[in-house]
């Protein structure tokens, strides 16, 4: 083995969890990747012979990465805050893939994401790493040149800004008996019925891109999430159950051709939050071909 072959199969190792770690500061799936992929080209060029933790010495690296990636990002002005929607993790049902195992290990679903992309690069990344990865403060530190103290307060700042996000139910199949029964009253037609399983302040989010001007992007309420819900089942599109970021949801189908992703957040035995991409830029570079309804 030559010393390249070695340092891949060191960074390896790694990968899963630099992957984990990007996706939650980033919100991105592409953008995690190539995180994780510059930070192995800082790796392989460095000298770490005298690196005693190495998973700690590139989750330093990949975190600076992507602490400057959000803060070089540029507001995006055609969306109303809270109406972008980060990439989601799609898997079919009992089929969670290896490879995104990690990235949905700790239950981060789409609603805590979307707070997430609320707080100020540093809060984000203080809390990500303490809250979410188990990295001490001193190192958090290291990384935003601050005070050890004064990055305890950014993780807490975060904390109160996401306490206000629902806590999904721990019964994945209690989960799901919500999302089947609101999908058979959509078929249905059945307003009242949609009413009893959705909050009365449900939030239904949609992230059309730069294609649908005129859809209203978030919707509060459960009489205005009910008529949304009977006015897409109009369209007639096929809809395959799947995970969401390890939670329930829906891809709804034009014919071979996905048009929605849909993520269900269930608390208090109803359903609170609707997060659904229909931007079809995004939707097509999701892999979706175990769902897809000729496979």
Known sequence: MDQQDWL????????PRLRAVSYRMLGSLTEAEDAVQEAWLRFSGADTSDVEDLGAWL????ARICLNSLRSRKTRREDPV?????DPIVSAVNAVGPEDDALIAD????ALLIVLDTLAPAERLAFVLHDVFDVPFEQIASILDRSEPATRQLASRARRRLSATPTPEADLAEQWELVDAFLAAARDGDFDRLLAVLDPDVVR??????TSPGVPLIVHGARE????????????????????????GVVSFAGDQPVSVVGFTIAGGRIVEMDILTDPVRV??????SLSVSG
């Open 82 to 86: 809270g109406a972008h929607i980060p």
């Open 284 to 289: 097509r570079e999701l892999d979706l071909a």
């Open 8 to 15: 891949a199969e060191r960074f390896e190792r790694h990968r």
């Open 59 to 62: 989750t330093t690296v990949v």
């Open 205 to 210: 989010r949609v992230d059309a891109g730069a």
């Open 225 to 248: 999430v009910a008529a949304g819900a009977l006015g897409f089942q109009k369209l007639g599109y096929v809809s395959r159950r799947a995970l969401i970021n390890g939670g329930p």
């Open 107 to 110: 239950s981060i679903g789409l």
